[in-house]
């Protein structure tokens, strides 16, 4: 999903407004994308419409160029789609809490049944009782043995020829007599939904009033796993849904659909077999990670808050040419006192985050203070050709601005490792850069 939309936004690379026409076309390609990614229809229309209307409404920003402007849009869009922030777990007013899994089979119920007690001992420390409640499979017992002794967590099991329903009753009851403040319980799963299935689940929920009931539901079967959240919403009312194997997942349509869908959370997120695979799903991630935008997006946040597009442009320029001065130092570091510090700005830069010249730029706004008075200490011809300042020049600048040689000696240092970092910059990675410059 993320290289299409990208290429969607690829199209959109020149300066100035967003025209009707950038707008259709960039529309037409997520469009595409979002289906070909296994989105819901009715989940995409609705998504375009609004992007649409956001797009067509939105404010003129100079800073931005078309393509920031959309992507911040179409991920403003996908985080609400999928809720905005993270859904916790319902916690019991007195113990225990009941966590109740459902799914077909297959899906993970077991898997996250242990995952989730390592989660909650982990985060809450939790001391949690395993139900097996799934009588169907002899070998899904044994799974959850095994995984309760892995993680040092009691199970509660009755063997295969006991209604899962009382099962459940005196898994509660030993749960309550050993003061487990979490239980969670393991049901069996069909390969399809059917009635007899429901049938056992809704008497477990009857029974057991679950704080929790999430679905669990594999993230690979795309539009299926939509379908599979509709269906068992609408027989159990569940309370959120636990997404797995969104580490084989690269398309991520299901994450996308299933809030739109079913109105019902995602709360977790499998990503991987092993017991500590399990993450809150927070949907700032989720679209961050289905765009594949990096950090850009925070970074045109804090462009679109500050940063002065015709300012950038020519500094970019200087860059290219190798002409970048004192004065442009100045200008760089006034915008950088608005922009928050530079090194943190370029570690959000694609591919600049390794850089080995920016473990030497440290910028604080007293220092950008400092620096400043020692420019305005220049001659102009000092400031166009930094190459003047020998050691008496040096010291007249330190007695000009009030500061020490030694620290008018470093900012030189600084000057000179910036102009050669942008240098490289320009060579190299220049790629980031030239889309936030618009260029
Ligand atoms: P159940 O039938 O719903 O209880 O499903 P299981 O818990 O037995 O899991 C079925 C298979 O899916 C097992 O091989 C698990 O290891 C695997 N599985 C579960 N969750 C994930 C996940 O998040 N990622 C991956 N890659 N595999 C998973
Ligand atoms: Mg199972």
Do not use: W
Request: net charge neutral; aromatic share 4%.
């Amino acid at each position: 999903l993320s290289e299409r939309l990208q290429k969607a936004f690829s199209g959109l690379r020149r300066k100035g407004k967003v025209s009707e026409s950038d707008i259709r076309d960039a529309m037409r390609e997520i469009r595409l994308a979002l289906l070909e990614a296994d989105v819901n229809f009715d989940v995409v229309k609705t998504f375009i419409k609004n992007v649409r209307t956001k797009a067509l409404g939105a404010e003129v920003l100079e800073s931005l160029t078309p393509s920031q402007q959309i992507i911040k849009i179409v991920n403003d869009e996908l985080v609400k789609t999928m809720g905005e922030a993270a859904v916790p777990l319902n916690k019991a007013p007195h113990i225990p809490t009941v966590i109740m899994m459902a799914g077909l089979q297959g899906a993970g119920k077991t898997t996250t049944v242990g995952k989730l007690s390592k989660y909650l001992m982990d985060n809450d420390s939790a001391r949690p009782l395993l139900i097996a409640a799934d009588v169907y499979r002899p070998a899904a017992i044994d799974q959850l043995q095994t995984i309760g002794k892995q993680l040092n967590v009691p199970v509660f099991e009755m063997g295969t020829d006991v209604d899962p329903v009382e099962i459940v009753r005196q898994g509660l009851a030993t749960a309550k007599e050993n003061k487990n403040d979490y239980v969670l319980i393991d049901t069996a799963g069909r390969l399809q939904i059917d009635e007899k299935l429901m049938n056992e689940l809704k008497n477990i929920k009857e029974l057991a009033h679950p704080n929790d009931i999430l679905l669990v539901d594999d993230a690979m079967t795309g539009q299926a796993a939509v379908d599979v959240a509709k269906g068992f919403n609408e027989q159990l009312d569940i309370t959120g849904v636990v997404l797995t194997k969104l580490d084989g997942d690269t398309r991520g349509g299901a994450a996308l659909s299933i809030r739109a869908v079913t109105g019902k959370p995602i709360k977790f997120i499998g990503q991987g077999e092993k017991m500590d695979a399990l993450d809150v799903f927070y949907p700032d991630r989720m679209a961050n990670r289905i765009l594949g935008m990096g950090d850009m997006l925070t970074l045109i946040d804090k462009a679109q808050k500050n940063y002065d597009e015709k300012q950038a442009m020519e500094m970019a320029e200087k860059i290219r040419e190798n002409s970048f001065d004192f004065n442009d130092f100045l200008d760089q570091m006034d915008q950088i006192s608005k922009m928050g510090p530079l090194e943190d700005i370029m570690k959000m830069i694609p591919g600049m985050a390794n850089n080995k010249a920016l473990a030497n730029v440290k910028m604080d706004p007293k220092d950008i203070a400092h620096m400043k008075a020692i420019v305005y200490s220049m001659t102009p011809q000092e400031r166009e050709d930094p190459d003047l300042l020998n050691p008496s020049r040096r010291r007249r600048l330190a007695a000009g601005s009030g500061r020490p040689v030694v620290e008018v000696n470093r900012m030189i240092k600084q000057f000179n490792q910036s102009k050669q970092m942008m240098n490289q910059m320009s060579k190299g990675n220049m790629k980031g850069l030239d889309g936030l410059m618009g260029g």
